[in-house]
Structure formats: C-alpha cells, structure tokens
C-alpha cells in the first residue's frame, strides 16, 4: 500500500510492521511524531506493544534494555541530546548483546538550541557498539527498519537507524507500506537465545574481571565484522521479497568516475541530481553513498573507491579537534592502499543549515581544480 | 565437586557476561579468623540438682510431647522421680535462669508429671560388658542406699540390701508423711527397683543382727544407714512424757501405729522435720501447732513451700524463741519456758547466730512438746574401722570409706558409704546422688580399676553424662530479644481447710497442658534446641539443618551443621543464639 | 522448627559480602517469601559485587545488572517484556542501595512509581555509598562519620525521608523493615507480591564496614534500630493508611543504638540530646497517622 507520509510515519509503520512488543520513548523534537504515532497504535490494537512512557531518555534506553533482556522485541527513538543523555546505557545495551533498535533524527547539538538536521548526535555514539545506518529517504527508513530487526537478532547486537531532522522527518514523500503477512514472512517473531527466564536462571552484566573482558570484547568485534555480510545477506533478501534491495554501500555511475562523492543521508539525493548534471557535461564524477557506517564497510568502500584520483567526502558533522568523522573514516579505510585517492574533507550543513544543487556543485569544484585539500577541514559557507 | 569454571579459549565463553554457574566456588572459609562451634554449656538447673538429672533434656523432651522419653531420661539417673517430684527442696528452681522472666520454671511440678504418667514401670537398665561377677551389700534401704542398688543391679551385679526396719524406704517411709509423699507412690517405685531382682532383708540391724563378718560373700559394702537420731533439745525436764523427738514422732505416725497429740503442740526447730511433725500433729487432731523457731523465717531450712503450707493450714511460726526448760507436772509436759533470741554474727553454717534476750523469759502453756532440731548417725556399728568426722562417716569423692588410722582392716570388702551417714548434705537428692556415686565407685573397683577421677563431693555425677563444656550459663548469657515475660503455671493444691482433715496429698500436680506450657517456657540453657534462629540469621546461608531428630531423638547430639568452607566467622549466630549454645574460638587452633 | 519461614533457599553461600553484612540476609528473605519466579534486577551497589564475579551468580532466580540510576526504569521494561512473552506473574524485583534510592536513580523510581509500573522496589539501606569507601548519601542519618562528612564536619543534614516520597506518590503500598524481624520483612514482601502496582520497600541493613560495628551485632543493631524508634517498622497504603508493624517492647534511648557504632562516636551529648529528641518527635507523628488511620493504639 503506497502512502505519502512523512520520515517518522515512516519509521512508525516500520516498527509496527515488524511486531515490536515493547517501546519505550521520550518527546523531543523532532522525533515526536514516531512515538506518537506508535503511541496511537498501541492504545487501538493496531500494534500489540506495550508503550512505557518513562520520564527520561536514560530511562527510555534503560527500559527498552530490560524488556529485550526479558525476551521481547524492542523500539524507541530518540534525538540530539535525548541520545546524549542515553549514552551510558547505550554502552550497556551493545555490551549486552541486544538486539535493540532505535531510530534517532539526526538533530545539532546545542548549546544553542538547534533543532534542525546534523549528523553529529549519531557520529559521536560511533564507539558504542551499536551499529548505524544512514537512509536517503522515507522508503529506506521504513524498510531500514525491518531490516535492522533482522541483522540485530542475527549478530546480537543493537542497531540505530539514522534519518535528518525535517528534510527526511518532517517530509512528506511517497512510500510503499508492505503487507504485514509478507512482513512476517520475512522477519519471524523474536526468540530469544539469551533471556530473564526464572526456569533457566541466570545473572547477566555482572563484574567481569580483566581475565575475561577481553575475549567478551573480542567477540562483539566478531559481531561486529559478521555484522557486515549479514547487512548484504540481508538486504538481498530483503529485495528478493519486497523488490528493493539494499547494500553496506551505494555506487552511484562510480565505475570510470575521477572524483567520487561520498555522501549519506538525504544530501545523497541531492547529490545525484549534481553527478547527473556533472556527467551530462561530460564530467566523469561518480557518487557513493554510505549507509553502513557501523561496522565500517572496509572492503566495500576500499572496492568502491580503487583506482579513483580525488574523493570529496561531505560531512554534514563535526569533531571539533579534528575534522569531519566520514571523511576521517574513509581516508583511515584507504590507508595503505596502492592507488590512494587524494581525499577531500568538506563540512557543511551544520545545525540544519540547507545543503542545495549548488553547495555540492561548489564542492566539486573544488576539488576539480585543487590537487590537494587547501586545509585539514574544507568549510562550506561559512560566513566569512 | 569443583564449581570453578575455568575458559581455554574464547570460543569457550559465553556471547556475552553471564553466569553459569553458583558462587559456591569461592570458599569464603578462607577469610575467617574466628569460627563458630556449637558446644552445649551447662543448664544451672543440671548443675544444680543432686541427684544429677539432665532437666534440660527432659524438658525439651516434653516440649515435643515425648513424655515417655522424658521419664526415661530421669529414670538413668534417679529411679524415685515421684518421690522427688514430691519432697525435693529444688535447688534446679532456685539456680534457674528464667526466675528473672516471669517465675523459674516449675521443675519440680514437672519431674512429678512425667513420674505420674500413667504407663508401664519398667526401669532401663544399663547395657554393660563382662559385668564381673560379684555380689554387693547394701546397709540401709533409704534413697542413697536403693539408689544404689538400682545402678547397681541395672548394671548385671547381685545386690542385697539390708533393712533394720520392718519397712523399705528409709527416710522416705518413716520420715515423711503421706500427705506429701503418699504410700502408694513411694511402694510402686519400690517395687520397681526391687522388680529388677535385688534382695531386700528387713530387720537386719548392722551392728546388731548383722555385721561386717556376715558379709564376706560379698566383695563391696556400701553404707547408707543415714541419720536415725534425734539431737537433743539439752534442757532441763526434755525426758518427761509427752517430748517425742521429731523423727520418733515421725516414724510412728508414718507406721501407723497409735498415737495421742496433745489439744496444745509446740515444735521446736526450723527444718522439714519440724514442718512435718507440725502438720502431722494438726491432722492428729491438735487444736493449736506452733513452731518455735530461734532464728527468723530467713533462716529457716525447710522447704519454702513447706512453710507456707503449714502456715495456710493455720500452723503458727514464732521466730527468734527458744525453749530453755520444759515444765512438767506430774512426770509431764504442761508447758515450755522460752526466751527470745536476736540475731548476731553469721555462724559455721553461714547463718546469722541467734543470741539470747537476757531476761526476755516467758512461759507457754503446751500439751506436747516435739523437738525437731536436725538428726545425727548412729555410727556404733563401726567401731574401730572406718573414721568418723563431725558425727559421719569419713569418705573420700570416690565413696570409700576412710580407714581409722587405729584399726587394723579386717574387711576383705570394698567399704563405701554415702547418703546423710557420709555427707553433709541432708537431702533426699543428694542420697540419691550419693548412692549413685558409689555405684559408680563400686563397679570401678569390682573390676580392678583405680578409684581416680571422682569430682569433689558436691559435684553431681550422671551415668549418662553429656559431653558438655562446664561453663554454667546464667541469665546474663541468656538472648532476651527472643523471649517474653511469661508467669509460671503453679500446680493444684486441695484448700487447707480440706487437707487437714486427713493425710491425703496435698498438692495435685500438674496436667498435660500445664506440663506443656510450663516446658515451653525453658530457655534451655546453653543447650541447642533446634530454635532455628542460627538457620535463620547466617548471611552466607552456611548453617544447614542436620536431617530429622526432635531434640530427644538423641539428646546432645548436634542438630545443625556449619559449613566452614563458606562460614566467615561473622559471629551472629553466637551472638544471636538464645542460649548461648554457639561459641566463637580462633580459627588457628582449629588449622591444621 | 519455630520460624514461620519457608525452607527454600533462593541464594547461595560464597558470595562476596563483608562478614555480617546486612544486605545478603534482607535479599535471602525477600527472595524467600518471593519464591522461585522472580526476576531480579540489581542497580550498581554492593549487591552488585556481592552477587559474585562473571561467570557465576550467588542468587537461583534470574539476575539482571543495571546501570546505577535504572532501578525504576530497567524494571518498567523487564515488566513489559516479561509480559509481552505472556509471564505476566513473574515477579519483578529491583534491589537497589540508598545511593541508587535516594540520590542518583530517584528521579527514574519517582517516575516508574508514578505509572504505578507493576514491580516490587526494594531498597536495602546501609545508608551510606558503601559500595565505592563509605561516601554520603542522602540517607547517611545527621551526625553520621563518612569519608566525605569527616568527623570535623559530620553530616549536617537529616536523613532524607523516603517513605514519605513514596507515600507522596500514593503508590498502593510502602514499608519499612529490618533484618532483625524476617517475618515481618518476609510478611511485607509476601503481601507486596500479591499486589498489581509499584511496591516499595525500606530495608535497613547494618553495615559494619561503613558503621564501625561488630559483625557479630548486625542483627542486634537492627533490632535495637527498630527497639528505640530509630527506624520504625510501618506500612503505608496508597499514601494514606499508616500502620506499625512492630512495636518496641520498650522504647529504648537512642544512645544505646548509636554507641554500638564507630561512626556516632564523635557525637557530643548534646547532639546526642538532638538525635534522641528527632527520634520521639518523629515517631510520636507516627503514632498519630497510625492511629488517625484506625490502629488501636493506646493512649
């Protein structure tokens, strides 16, 4: 059933489609409206969950730890500082080993109040475990979503879907709505390997000791590199089923381009229209986009950017002190290769400032008519 | 079995930090330096009683309902539980802990119950080896002299006793009287000591019709002849008729042979004699009783019940008097005149001495004068072996008889004496306690063993001893936190208006239910009772319940466990413990 | 056996408590009277150490570690799971210290209770943060010695009072108790099992790592805590009906409970004087709610 619904309706029919059974959530703008939504169907029937509506974000992750340690399936969502207050359980959930999924809307970091899109709330939680995928559009949040049940129940680990604040959350776009019997097909209830189970008692989380973190920690590394090929299985099947596909990455007329864009997010769709504009001129720019980025998908961005001169990696984030986190990502996965792009690290975007056809046209200019980054960190529009 | 759980590898480990196994693989034992011990002390009321009882476990006994049991317990120790239950002065009620909670424990109410029991007599005997064979003689038939007997005769040996009265029993037969100790309850537990096979001889006097060169058959003599005659009152006109020493007075009315009591009776004397004689002559149809007594009730050695007794029977007690002539009319007694004391100094015997009021004189009128001042031994028959001291006959803590440093032994026989000929003690458990010391001592010495290892004379021996520390537990050893103040349950009395028109019994005993509230009240000191509050409060779950067993399924025997790997030696359960049952000793006296 | 106890035990020996800690006696009652289908979640405390290391457990019912301030929350979700997989009379017990009580996690317990979420919460306290060297809570009681209110400056502010906060909430059911009185505790937790809704619990649990007390006197300090109106023992139901649930047998004077321990030694009489005059004004208000609330109580 084709609807033309906002990003975070988008994800709520995701979530309802994949039979969550316990969500937990917290307002902030500018996720209010998955919950609310959710919060709709869990009063009406149309989604058999209990919605707990706990008082804080570090109780929200809390609660959705303990219902999925109890053995259900469980959601929430979340935003800029809602998923900075969740930071410590967030460690606790991907250490846990659950197999949570939350949606969080890329939104700045204040101080000041800044409500609109930036990638940094989700970039600075990279080290938590958990993984992150990024969608272009409402079509790939909802269907990121049932996805990420899938990948997370098979690797054990928790899984955070990533969508921009207003331009995915707030617009509305068509998207196709699949039956849910399909649905179950696909993803089959929750059954737990590991669970709170008083006729298989066990303690979990508790003290380990400096003779065994190490191994517990190698193993979500494990996890973790699984976590990829599973990505791929997945997605593939998930396309086999539904006719959309979904990969690590997305190579966009990358096969003969001399500069590649990097990009994630809505900007890709931005983007594209620009190659288009680029290669009908004759330029041979090629586009990829990130949608894992954990587990960084060493093999497929290394595959993706072989033999390509100059890559121009748009950071729609910041770590202040060094510079743009994709960028830095991308360059450390070339490293060592034996045709290294020279790579190009744009900031751009910040605290929801528009990124249009002519940011992007801008940024290939650049690096068209540089042999080099001029700097470590290449500011767009800034005022100067 | 190991709970450890040791990883090689990582794919030995779990996805993620669970556990998978118990705690029980750390044995916290290691950090202790103290560890707790159940070690039982002594009860007060053990170490009190003369006749060495083990109260405590009988009374837990009862608690279970196991009253049989319980009488069994009594009977290895004292086979005249009805007797005692009776007549016994209850030190055990004066030394108990649970006075200070609401009243002591009525042992005594207690020991009559199970005695009164309406079951089958038959008294244990003694499981014994290579008994030698070898037959003992007993010289008087009173509570030490049966007492013996009956360990004697439990054990496998052949026992005669010989009886200078017509009639068994001693003290107990012609001393007390039927209203406290009634006939049929003193000839049943007679008769079930006799029934285990001894040979009783009534009539034979020692020194009289039988002597030490009679009894070379057997190879151990004890003597148990107590303490048969009067002290006199040593005042003028004391022989004129109607002055009938105490004990005399006794033996008559208790023989049931005929006796006048004058309408006016004066007893003299502070003891049970003079209690007995008084009520005695009360349900003999006198008018007026009076004891003259020369100290104050303070002093007065008789029972305390005893006393108040005779007073509600309408018996009068005048204190610091005492007669110093006996006037007489016609060769008897019309009246006394007496003198009235004060109190001084403590005497010997601890007590304060009375002094005379000098010209304090005065005369009463009585019909019937009966000193009861206390008795001596008539210790003839021993002449020169055998050395006496301060009237009785000198022994050692094993029960021997002490040789006169002039006499040359003749007696090829161990000679043993106890009871009051012996001891100083004067009281029916102490006989019993005696003669079961020289049992003890007889059986030793018939097998050739050293007589070594006797405890003093007033410590109280058992046959079934416990392995207890000897600490005796008093109250402030007692937890209070788990007890409340609860009243004793005092037995039944018939009204003295009722009793003194015969010699039926005058206290009623106790019922079941009586029986059962007052042994609930016991602290049971320094003795586990399995009151589960160790169990209870140990917070490493390291106390565990040995299976089965109310506490008289074998008395001493420890009902719970520590288990030392785990036990930190915290100390609240010693701390906790009710009874003080639980020690806390250094852990290296106890690593190896 | 004179204990109206259960025989089971739910928790096993070789855990790491200090000898004579309260704590692991007032969680092998609760889990007693709770039985066998509970689901514990243990907040950062000393019971966190004291369920042993990975991979082994000291309790025989499932145990969830959580984060220091998720007492309240974890449970919400633990419920929710629990019944979501259709265990909808698993118990669900959050064991949490007076740090994880009163300070850093009250803001997710006041929350949870608010809901009236369906757990039991029980809060063993000993009245200090223990777990990490005897720091102040908001529980530490005035005058108490901890590392962080040393004796040149003892702690200056009154016990926060975590009953009332509880009642406030008019949750259906909130009570006091000790270790010394496990019937009554068990009794407590029984009663708490049986209701739908948020359930907290006050447990006073001597510790004499953090109070400088005997181990041996952990029960008698309990008791004497309850015997001189210290801590009452008392049950609160929807906010509104007060009852005590065990009376002194005689109101003893507060000093004999404090001079049994370390950290009051530095208390002059006249703080003493203090302590014991709080102590009757605050059980004397007791006393009335219970009997406004209909307990015969003699005059």
């Known amino acids: 059933m084709e609807k033309v619904i906002m990003g975070n ?152 879907i990533v969508l921009d604040a207003f331009v995915l959350s707030h617009t509305m776009e068509p998207v196709d709505i699949p039956d849910q019997a399909v649905v179950d097909g696909f993803l089959p209830l929750y059954e737990p390997e590991f669970k709170l189970d008083p006729g298989d008692p066990h303690a979990f989380y508790g003290l380990v000791t400096p003779d065994h973190y190490m191994e517990l920690r190698y193993k979500m590394h494990q996890a973790m590199r699984d976590a990829v090929q599973a990505t791929q299985r997945i997605g593939a099947q998930f396309g086999d089923v539904f006719g959309r596909p979904y990969d690590v990455v997305e190579k966009y007329r990358i096969e003969d381009a001399d500069i590649v864009l990097v990009t994630s997010g809505s900007i890709t769709s931005t983007a594209r229209v620009v190659v288009d504009a680029w290669r009908a001129n004759g330029h041979k720019v090629g586009l990829l986009k990130m949608r894992l980025f954990r587990p960084f998908p060493f093999e497929a961005v290394r595959e993706a950017l072989a033999g390509t001169r100059k890559v121009a990696v748009i950071d729609r984030n910041i770590s202040q002190g060094h510079g743009g986190i994709f960028a830095a990502e991308v360059k450390s996965a070339l490293y060592g290769a034996s045709q290294q792009p020279v790579l190009f690290p744009f900031i751009i975007g910040l605290g929801g400032r528009d990124v249009t056809p002519e940011s992007i046209h801008s940024i290939l200019n650049h690096t068209q008519s540089h042999d080099m980054p001029a700097e470590e960190s290449i500011w767009m529009e800034v005022k100067k | ?329 016609n060769g008897r007694v019309r009246g006394l005149r007496c003198v009235r004391m004060r109190l001084g100094a403590p005497d010997e015997s601890g007590r304060r001495r009375p002094e005379v009021i000098p010209g304090s004189d005065y005369t009463v009128d009585v019909d019937m004068v009966i000193p009861a001042l206390g008795q001596e031994a008539d210790l003839s028959f021993l002449g020169d072996r055998g050395q006496v001291e301060r009237g009785r006959i000198a022994i050692n ?119 059962l509230k007052e042994a609930e009240r016991c602290f049971s000191c320094g003795v586990c009772n399995q009151c589960d509050t160790c169990w209870l409060f140990c917070p490493d779950v390291c106390i565990h319940r040995l299976d089965s067993g109310a506490p008289s399924a074998a008395p001493g025997r420890q009902a719970y466990e520590v288990d030392y790997d785990y036990c930190k030696g915290c100390g609240v359960c010693a701390e906790e413990c009710p009874r003080a049952a639980i020690v806390m000793e250094e852990e290296l006296k106890w690593r190896k | 056996m004179s204990y109206d106890v259960p025989d089971q035990e739910l928790m096993t020996p070789g855990h790491v408590a200090c000898p004579g800690c309260g704590a692991p006696m007032a969680v092998r009652y609760a889990l007693k009277a709770l039985g066998e289908d509970t689901v514990l ?133 909130t009570a006091t108790a000790t270790v010394a009185y496990p019937e009554d505790l068990m009794r407590k937790v029984k009663k708490a099992k049986d209701i739908r809704g948020s359930k907290f619990l006050h447990v006073l649990s001597p510790c004499p790592s953090g109070w400088k007390s005997e181990p041996g006197q952990t029960v008698y300090l309990s008791r004497l805590a309850v015997e001189t109106c210290v801590f009452p023992l008392y049950e609160v139901e929807h906010g509104e009906e007060y009852r005590i649930t065990v009376w002194p047998r005689q109101k003893e004077p507060a000093e004999k409970y404090l001079r049994l321990q370390g950290r009051f030694a530095h208390l002059e009489p006249q703080e003493i004087r203090r302590i014991q005059d709080n102590v009757d004004r605050e059980w004397d208000k007791l006393v009335v709610k219970a009997r406004a609330s209909g307990q015969m109580i003699p005059q």
């Open chain 3, 41 to 173: 979640i243990v907040v950062a405390s000393c019971w966190s150490i004291i369920a042993g290391p990975f991979p082994y457990s000291a309790v025989k019912v499932p145990l969830l570690h959580s984060l220091f301030a998720t007492g309240g929350s974890v449970a919400s979700g633990v419920k929710a799971g629990l019944e979501a997989r259709g265990l909808t009379d698993t118990t669900v017990m959050t064991l949490a210290g007076d740090g994880g009580t009163f300070d850093i996690g009250i803001q997710a317990l006041s929350a949870a209770v608010e809901r009236n979420e369906d757990f039991i919460y029980v809060c063993y306290d000993n009245e200090a943060y223990m777990n990490t060297g005897i720091q102040r809570s908001s529980a530490t009681p005035w005058g108490a010695w901890t590392t962080t209110t040393p004796v040149a400056h003892p702690k200056s502010q009154p016990k926060k009072d975590m009953v009332a906060i509880m009642a406030a909430h008019r949750i259906p059911y």
């Open chain 1, 9 to 160: 309706h988008a994800v709520s029919y995701g979530v309802q489609l994949a039979r969550a059974q316990v969500i937990a959530a917290y307002p902030i703008t500018p996720q209010t409206q998955i919950v609310e939504i959710l919060s709709e169907f869990c009063a009406d029937g149309r989604l058999d969950a209990k919605f707990i509506k706990v008082e804080s974000e570090h109780s929200v992750m809390a609660a959705v730890v303990g219902a999925s340690m109890a053995g259900a399936r469980a959601f929430t969502a979340t935003s800029s500082h809602g998923l900075a207050l969740m930071h410590e359980v967030l460690h606790w959930a991907a250490g846990g080993r659950l197999p949570i999924v939350m949606a969080n809307v890329n939104r700045a970091m204040g101080p000041g109040w800044n409500v609109w899109t930036e990638q940094t709330d989700s970039l600075a939680q990279r080290d938590t475990g958990w993984m992150q995928f990024y969608c272009e559009t409402n079509q790939e949040a909802l269907d990121t979503v049932i996805q990420a049940f899938k990948i997370a129940e098979a690797v054990l680990l928790p899984v955070m």
């Open chain 2, 1 to 329: 079995m190991s709970y450890e759980i040791v990883f090689k590898t990582e794919a030995d480990m779990p996805l993620l930090p669970m556990s998978l196994g118990s705690t029980l693989y750390n044995k916290t034992g290691s950090w202790r330096y103290v560890r707790p011990i159940y070690r039982d002390k002594t009860s007060p009321c053990n170490h009190a009683c003369p006749a060495g009882e083990d109260i405590v476990t009988y009374l837990a006994m009862v608690t279970e309902g196991q009253y049989e049991q319980a009488r069994q317990t009594i009977l290895q120790e004292n086979p005249f539980p009805g007797v005692c239950g009776r007549v016994c002065a209850h030190p055990c009620e004066s030394e108990c802990n649970r006075a200070q909670l609401g009243g002591a424990i009525a042992i005594h109410s207690m020991e009559r119950f199970l005695a009164d029991l309406p079951a089958p007599r038959a008294l244990p005997r003694l499981e014994q080896r290579d008994v030698p064979d070898a037959r003992v003689a007993v010289i008087g038939s009173g509570p030490a002299g049966l007492s013996c007997a009956y360990q004697l005769v439990r054990s496998g040996y052949e026992v005669t006793v010989f009886e200078a009265l017509p009639a068994v029993g001693g003290m107990l037969r012609v001393g007390i009287p039927s209203y406290r100790l009634p006939r049929d309850v003193l000839n049943a537990e007679i008769e079930g000591i006799v029934s285990l096979g001894i040979e009783i001889r009534t009539g034979m006097r020692f020194g009289e019709d039988l002597g030490f060169e009679d009894l070379t058959d057997y190879r151990a003599v004890f003597l148990a002849v107590g303490q048969q005659r009067s002290l006199r009152l040593n005042v003028p006109g004391e022989d004129a008729s109607g002055v009938t020493p105490g004990v005399q007075f006794l033996r008559q009315v208790n023989l049931g042979q005929e006796i006048t009591v004058g309408p006016t009776v004066a007893v003299i004397g502070g003891g049970n004699t003079a209690m007995d004689a008084a009520r005695s002559a009360l349900r003999l149809g006198a008018s007026d009783v009076a004891v003259l007594y020369r100290r104050s009730r303070h002093e007065m050695p008789a029972i305390p019940d005893e006393v108040e007794e005779a007073e509600q029977e309408g018996i009068r007690l005048e204190f610091l008097t005492a007669p110093v002539e006996v006037l007489t009319e």
């Open chain 2, 397 to 515: 803590e094993a029960g021997v008889m002490s040789r006169s440093p002039s006499g040359a032994d003749r007696s090829p026989q161990g000679v043993f004496a106890g009871g009051d000929a012996a001891t100083g003690f004067g009281t029916v458990a102490h006989a019993i306690g005696s003669g079961k010391r020289a049992a003890l001592a007889i059986d030793r010495y018939l097998r050739g063993q050293a007589l070594e290892g006797f405890p003093p004379l007033t410590a109280h021996l058992r046959v079934a001893p416990r392995d207890v520390d000897p600490t005796v537990v008093r109250f402030e050893d007692i937890n209070l936190a788990y007890f409340a103040e609860e009243p004793r349950t005092v037995q039944r009395q018939r009204p003295a208006a009722e009793r003194i028109k015969g010699f039926g019994e005058v206290n009623l005993g106790y019922s079941e239910g009586d029986a």
